[in-house]
């Protein structure tokens, strides 16, 4: 269930970020054999020997699957962990349970999405339904390889589809144990394959196939244009992009009431995988009743944080992903600083690998308006402290960027956090908590966050389903 390319050469070199290490090298899949698999999907769908199948027969093959993701639990984490530099303890007690409740929910969700009967008269009876489009495909960031795996996974396949599934270039080894623990579950062949290869070549491949009727895309707005290029230039299949954030933390007046939960949370927003998150609270809005006690406590928090290796338990901030990520924050946050910004970090500790890419909790206060560390998704852990005095300012600072998948909101009065979650331009709020919603609530952006469908909830069969109605004339 999984593809590799021998005739072209290309390798993919999986590098641990921790180190700069080489881990192994992985065949890259060409675009030839992209298009083989394609065809091989589209084989597989039209046999039925999947799709013929009913929703709770689907259910019991993913239930099979979830539980081999629990007894791999552990190697799991350690796959992901090394691939992306994430704090194993992370990948333990986040996103592995998380992929692992996330199969088992859509599993369980396969035959309890109804379709509708159209209120129709007497002589007549409307049926909508939803059938699988056939042969989808996913693209997969690299922070959250198993996690966003599982998120396409679990409705696309519970669904009927063949899915090809192409993970990022530096991480795709957890989705490779996952395809062959999914073959161990009992799925046919065919009907799930991963493609590990180069964005440009395999990614294109698949938004550019005419067998692949619908395309889920997490990852950059850049990668999103033009895989939606590709589509509108091919057979204009389904495509549904969720392109990264730059989402705002508002803190009103009274938020310190929430004591150290705040502080905690605010902590979490920004440096959870080390500010290498979509929903990632970058930007830190507080009212300035407060706002020097919240920058003292926030800043003294930030420098707190166990940065070091991933591998150790302890370990709450990894490497970035490359040094090349390295490279960009550490150049936006320089300019920021000539520009007369004021950088708040106490550093690197001693004696991490020379390679590593490893950079410190940072705070920035005083950036200049317009600046990119105020505007740019820099997928790093850094932060801006900003203030305001109205609500009608804390609005319009949480909706200056071109985003708008997150944002999270502090307060104890129940009409301000309504007036203000009405008032902010994005796909999901929080109040009183840094959250995504949980498995129940759709989960998707605005603006140039994304648009096209959802993730999580049943609103994320609509992803990988097509809309029928049946008309019937009666007599």
């Known amino acids: 269930m999984s593809g590799g390319s021998e005739d072209t050469g290309e390798t993919l070199r999986v590098v641990n970020p921790a180190n700069g290490e080489l881990i192994t090298s992985v065949p890259a899949v060409g675009a030839d054999e992209a298009a083989a698999a394609a065809e091989r999907a589209h084989r597989v769908f039209e046999s039925r020997v999947w799709s013929g199948r009913s929703p709770r027969e689907r259910a019991e093959v993913l239930l099979r699957l979830a539980g081999l993701m629990e007894r791999d639990a552990e190697l799991l984490a350690r796959l992901d962990s090394e691939d992306a530099g994430k704090p194993i303890t992370e ?3 986040g996103d592995v349970p998380g992929a692992i409740e996330s199969i088992r929910w859509f ?89 590990p290869g180069h964005g440009s070549v395999t990614g294109a491949a698949l938004a550019r196939n005419p067998r692949v009727r ?16 590709h589509a509108a230039d091919t057979n204009f299949k389904r495509v549904s992009l969720e392109m990264g954030g730059k989402s705002p933390q508002v803190l009103l007046p009274d938020a310190l009431h929430y004591g150290d939960e705040l502080i905690e ?6 440096f959870l995988t080390m500010g290498q998150n979509c929903t990632a609270g970058s930007r830190v809005l507080v009212h300035r009743a407060i706002a020097d006690e919240v920058l003292a406590r926030f800043t003294a928090a930030a420098k707190a944080l166990v940065v070091g290796d991933p591998a150790r338990p302890d370990t709450q901030m990894g490497p970035l992903i ?3 990520a390295l490279d960009r924050v550490a150049d936006a946050v320089d300019a920021s600083r000539a520009a007369g910004a004021r950088i708040h ?6 004696g991490l690998p020379p390679h590593g890419a490893y950079y410190p909790p940072t705070v920035i206060t005083g950036a200049p308006d317009g600046s990119e560390v105020l505007t740019r998704e820099l997928f790093g852990p850094v932060v801006t402290v900003q203030t305001f005095t109205t609500e009608e300012e804390a609005v319009r600072l949480a909706n200056t960027t071109e985003y708008g998948l997150a944002a999270s909101l502090w307060t104890r009065d129940l009409d301000a956090a309504f007036r203000l979650s009405r008032g902010i331009q994005a796909g999901v709020v929080s109040v009183n908590a840094y959250s995504e919603g949980d498995l129940t609530t759709p989960f998707g952006g605005w603006k140039q966050s994304g648009f096209g469908g959802a993730e999580k909830s049943t609103s994320a069969f609509e992803q ?11 007599r």
């Open 322 to 324: 490359s040094r090349t």
């Open 214 to 229: 619908a395309l889920s895309f997490t990852g950059s707005t850049a990668t999103g244009r033009r895989i939606l290029a």
């Open 265 to 270: 949370n605010m902590i979490e927003a920004a």
């Open 107 to 195: 599993a369980e969700a396969a035959d309890k999405v109804f379709g509708r009967v159209a209120p129709t008269g007497h002589d007549s009876l409307g049926l909508v339904s939803r059938e699988p489009v056939g042969v989808a495909a996913a693209i997969l960031p690299w922070n959250y390889p198993l996690a966003m795996a599982a998120w396409k996974v679990g409705p696309a396949l519970v669904a009927g589809n063949s899915l090809l599934l192409k993970p990022a270039e530096a991480t795709p080894r957890s989705a490779l144990h996952l395809a062959a623990l999914a073959a161990e579950a009992g799925l046919p062949d065919g009907v799930l394959t991963v493609l």
């Open 91 to 93: 990948c333990r007690t």
């Open 464 to 474: 990988w389903t097509s809309r029928k109605t049946v008309w019937i004339r009666t």
């Open 345 to 350: 970090t106490a550093g690197l500790p001693h």
